[in-house]
Nanobody, 120 residues
Framework: VQLVESGGGLVQAGGSLRLSCAAS????????MAWYRQAPGQQREFVAA???????TYAESVKGRFSISRDYAKNTLNLQMNSLKPEETAVYYC???????????????WGQGTLVTVSS
């Protein structure tokens, strides 16, 4: 089972990026999926999440600028980021609660992260 992020890169302040996360492996069911980020020297922080049936939630700092979505057929998670700020430079991580083949309970999985750099 793995989560693979893509879409990071360098963007100017005010610009946009779209991140994606693909879940693969012996997955029976996917619960909540989320994005976190970790800036240099900082703790990892919550960005946005979306449940099995929708219902997105966002950190206050990104409300109105970021949009989280998921493609249930492809087991992917997306994050559209608009009006990016230099202080949002960070490694962005995908997180998902997965129930895998052979397990009765969900467990949390993390991707390897994708770097987003916002230049001023």
């Amino acid at each position: 089972v793995q989560l693979v992020e893509s879409g990071g890169g360098l963007v100017q302040a005010g610009g946009s990026l779209r991140l994606s996360c693909a879940a693969s492996g012996s997955i029976i069911q996917i619960g909540v999926m989320a994005w976190y980020r970790q800036a240099p020297g900082q703790q990892r922080e919550f960005v946005a999440a979306i449940g099995r049936f929708g219902s997105p939630t966002y950190a206050e700092s990104v409300k109105g600028r970021f949009s989280i979505s998921r493609d249930y057929a492809k087991n992917t998670l997306n994050l559209q980021m608009n009006s990016l700020k230099p202080e949002e430079t960070a490694v962005y991580y995908c997180n998902a609660n997965l129930r895998i083949d052979g397990d009765d309970d969900y467990a949390a999985y993390w991707g390897q992260g994708t770097l987003v750099t916002v230049s001023s």
